[in-house]
């Protein structure tokens, strides 16, 4: 009888071993799923930052070129208005 009992433990406690373990499997396999998006998602964000750094320049760069041209067409018309005033 005392076997009996312990054959029955054991089977129980094999049961429960094979639970964790196939939860422990799916756990594992959820982390995989979310580092996979984390990385993923630096990665985009890595690129957002890229591209708005590029774009901060291109924006810098043509503001630089507007500034410089309307100045210029700013002082052409001055001059402009000065010598037909004259």
Same mark, same amino acid.
């Given at each position: 009888?005392? #076997?009996?009992?312990?054959?029955?433990?054991?089977?129980?406690?094999?049961?429960?071993?094979?639970?964790?373990?196939?939860?422990? @499997? =799916? +756990?594992?396999?959820?982390?995989?799923?979310?580092?996979? &998006?984390?990385?993923?998602?630096?990665? %985009?964000?890595? +690129? #957002? #930052?890229? @591209?708005?750094? %590029?774009?901060?320049?291109?924006?810098?760069?043509? $503001? +630089?070129? !507007?500034? @410089?041209?309307?100045? =210029?067409? =700013?002082?052409? $018309? +001055?001059? &402009? !208005?000065?010598?037909?005033?004259?």
């Amino acid at each position: 009888m005392e #076997i009996d009992k312990i054959q029955q433990e054991m089977n129980m406690l094999s049961d429960r071993l094979s639970t964790m373990m196939q939860s422990t @499997s =799916v +756990k594992r396999t959820q982390l995989q799923t979310l580092e996979n &998006c984390i990385l993923d998602t630096e990665n %985009a964000y890595r +690129k #957002i #930052i890229d @591209s708005s750094n %590029a774009l901060l320049g291109v924006l810098k760069r043509e $503001t +630089k070129a !507007f500034d @410089s041209k309307h100045n =210029v067409y =700013v002082k052409d $018309t +001055k001059q &402009c !208005f000065s010598q037909k005033s004259s």
